[in-house]
Every structure is written in structure tokens, then in C-alpha cells.
């Protein structure tokens, strides 16, 4: 049982609810035969502005043909993609609507604290009758989950997200959007996860003028130099590892070689390989990096001009 009062429960609801839409996506899939056929995926998405801006999963509308967007008052709009981010999951889509739409306002999930309330809202299993609610409790603020294109940091909660809930917002007792509802793992009982909406606040403008996010990017793939490794490869050197170098990228033009062991970045200490992932973050498109390398107990500086993440 949530340890609070009901009224602020339905307070909170009433107030994003008319913002929260259903997305029914098309996607055209081929069979054995190769004869292509029509697939319907259902997911939710939340109104973040009166243009009718919507944003939501990447995964809900990805190589959709058609998207179909039920409002919550039940009017039915045909949505286009603004733009997409698979690195985080998040996309917008637009809809063109004659009268003003309901508008969710972004919180800011940097606020949040674990065992704080919150709601889940969207539309599980693409159900008629409008938006479905679930409430439960932060669980953890730092959840990095391994994807296919990196490391996604979320927010997990008990709340309830069933299928079609993704791409719905996670609000807290303010009625304010925390986070963007992006999966549940079918094998375990109360869990989900969820982006936190000040990662979405940060792409939010290069998604609607760009359509995607411009990453800094120097191409290499490196792990922690533990003393296992270290005793492994005969190494002396603290730092990380470098596992993999991309061909064409900017740490191979720079000279990077994999067995390199990168000590510091821009004169700062590095122990994880994330710290490294962390800097070049920092960094604009044609910024340089400047990484110290210990090459075989030789050590020597040398400067990554950074690109964009193809």
C-alpha cells in the first residue's frame, strides 16, 4: 500500500492524463515466403508542447509506416517522425490537431529520490478506454543497463509497466513528467525502468531541428586495467586498456593501437573506462582530446581530434 493521500494520487493523474497518447505503429514484415504482410505494435507517448510535439520510445516507432495516435479524449491523428534517438530510446513524433492539445509539464528528475512516489501512466496492451494507472516507488536512480548501441542510464521503479506502457510518462506526485517509461523485464516480477526526462530535455531541441543527436565520438572500445589484466598482459601501467580501435576513426588516425593502456585524458587520472566515454562527452565535433598513452612501459601524449558518431 502507497503511504499516501489518495487526492494526491488522482490530483497528480487528472493532471497529465489528457496529455498521455496511444501510438499504434505499422510496420510492414515479410514472411518465409518473402510476402510482406502488416504488423500492428501498440506503445504510449505524452504531449510536451502545443505544437503537438509528442515524445516517446524510439523503440515503439521505429521502422513504422504508419503511426496512428488515439488522444486521450479519443481523437484519432495521423503522427509523423520528428526525429529519433536509439542511444536512449527516445523519439518525437508530431501531430496535427485543429484545436489546442493538452500540454504535460517536464520535471526534473534530477530531484528524485529513491522510495519517492510515482506513477506510471500509458496504455498497456494497446486497451480502449483511455489511459490505465499504476503507482509504486523510485527503486534505484542509477541503473545502467547494457544496450546495443552502449550503456543507458535509468531509473527503475515497482510500478507497473506492461507492454504498450512504453514511451508513457512516469510522474510524481505533482503531476510532473520524471522519466520516460522504456522497459520491463519479462522474467522478473516488479520491475521497470525508465529514462530520466533531463536526458530527454537534453536532445529534446536537436531531435525536433535535427532529427538526431550529434554525439562526440574518437572510436575506440577500452576495459579497466585490474590487476588481473595487468598480470594477464604484462602490463605496468594504470588505466584503461584499449580493446579496439574502429578503422577510419579518429583514435586510429591519432595513431591509437589496441593493447595501448590510456593513463589520463585532458590531465585527468583515468581508472574507468568511462571516464573516458565521460571527456569526450564534454567535448563538440572537431574539439581535440588530448590522451596520455603508455605503449609497452612507453609513455607519450597525443592528440584525438573528435568526430561525430557515425
Known amino acids: 500500500m502507497i503511504p499516501v493521500d489518495e487526492n494526491v494520487l488522482v490530483s497528480a493523474v487528472e493532471k497529465v492524463s489528457g496529455s498521455v497518447v496511444n501510438i499504434a505503429s505499422v510496420r510492414m514484415m515479410h514472411d518465409q515466403l518473402f510476402r510482406v504482410f502488416p504488423v500492428e505494435g501498440v506503445g504510449s507517448g505524452v504531449i510536451i508542447d502545443s505544437d503537438g510535439h509528442i515524445l516517446t520510445n524510439n523503440h515503439v516507432i521505429d521502422d513504422a509506416e504508419r503511426l496512428k495516435v488515439t488522444l486521450a479524449d479519443g481523437r484519432v491523428l495521423r503522427g509523423r517522425v520528428v526525429g529519433s534517438d536509439e542511444t536512449t530510446d527516445l523519439a518525437v513524433i508530431k501531430v496535427e490537431a485543429d484545436a489546442p492539445l493538452p500540454v504535460a509539464q517536464l520535471g526534473d528528475s534530477a530531484a528524485l529520490k529513491a522510495g519517492q512516489i ?62 520516460i ?14 529514462v530520466p526526462v533531463n536526458t530527454a530535455k537534453e536532445i529534446l531541441k536537436e531531435l525536433v531541428e535535427r532529427g538526431k543527436v550529434s554525439r562526440p565520438w574518437i572510436g575506440i572500445a577500452s576495459v ?25 576513426s579518429p583514435a586510429d588516425d591519432a595513431g591509437l593501437r589496441r593493447g595501448d593502456v590510456i593513463e589520463q585524458v585532458d590531465g585527468e587520472r583515468i581508472e574507468e573506462p568511462s571516464q573516458i566515454a565521460g571527456a569526450v562527452k564534454k567535448k563538440k ?6 590522451v596520455t598513452v603508455n605503449r609497452y612501459g612507453r609513455q607519450f601524449q597525443v592528440g584525438v581530434q573528435v568526430d561525430e558518431r557515425p
Not at 523485464?185 to 525502468?193: E, K, L, N, V, W
Not at 594477464?232 to 578503422?247: C, H, I, Q
Open 224 to 248: 579497466k586495467v585490474t590487476p588481473k589484466v595487468a598480470r594477464y598482459y604484462g602490463l605496468s601501467a594504470e588505466g584503461a586498456l584499449v580493446a579496439g580501435v574502429e578503422p577510419y
Open 285 to 290: 565535433v572537431n574539439d581535440t582530446v588530448t
Open 118 to 179: 510515482v506513477i506510471a501512466i500509458g496504455n498497456p496492451f494497446g486497451l480502449t478506454g483511455g489511459p490505465a494507472v499504476t503507482a509504486g516507488i523510485v527503486s534505484s536512480l542509477d541503473r545502467s543497463i547494457q544496450t546495443r548501441t552502449g550503456v543507458l542510464e535509468l531509473i527503475q521503479t515497482d510500478a507497473a509497466i506492461n507492454p504498450g506502457n512504453s514511451g508513457g510518462p512516469l510522474v510524481n506526485t505533482k503531476g510532473e513528467v520524471v522519466a
Open 181 to 194: 517509461n522504456t522497459a520491463n523485464m519479462p522474467y522478473a516480477q516488479g520491475i521497470g525502468f525508465a
